[in-house]
């Protein structure tokens, strides 16, 4: 069983940044990818970035050469620098974990304002 624990969101102004860290504990040597989603009100869940414990990591088109996702294995954490941040970038971001299974944190709200 994995617990995943987001923190780091907060209220920033357009062009500002911030920086997420989503904690492990629990399994975590059973983890494969973390990465992070967001969802803002009246949309679905989309995925952000996404980091492998081996390999590349992804980005969605809308966050290219603005977020950053890292992971720091030593401490179990998985971090998402977010800069240039635009009012669009404004939702619930959440950390997700795959073993065999899928875990989800409860999410931590990011609201960008003009």
């Known amino acids: 069983q994995v617990q995943l624990v987001e923190s780091g969101g907060g209220l920033v102004q357009a062009g500002g940044s911030l920086r997420l860290s989503c904690a492990a504990s629990?399994?975590?040597?059973?983890?494969?990818?973390m990465g992070w989603y967001r969802q803002a009100p009246g949309k679905q869940r989309e995925l952000v970035a996404t980091?492998?414990?081996?390999?590349?990591?992804y980005y969605a088109d809308s966050v290219k050469g603005r977020f950053t996702i890292s992971r720091d294995n030593a401490k179990n954490t998985v971090y998402l620098q977010m800069n240039s941040l635009k009012p669009e970038d404004t939702a619930v971001y959440y950390c997700?974990?795959?073993?065999?299974?899928?875990?989800w944190g409860k999410g931590t709200l990011v609201t960008v304002s003009s």
């Open positions: 997700r974990a795959v073993t065999t299974m899928v875990y």
């Open positions: 629990g399994g975590i040597f059973s983890i494969n990818a």
């Open positions: 980091i492998p414990s081996g390999g590349s990591s």
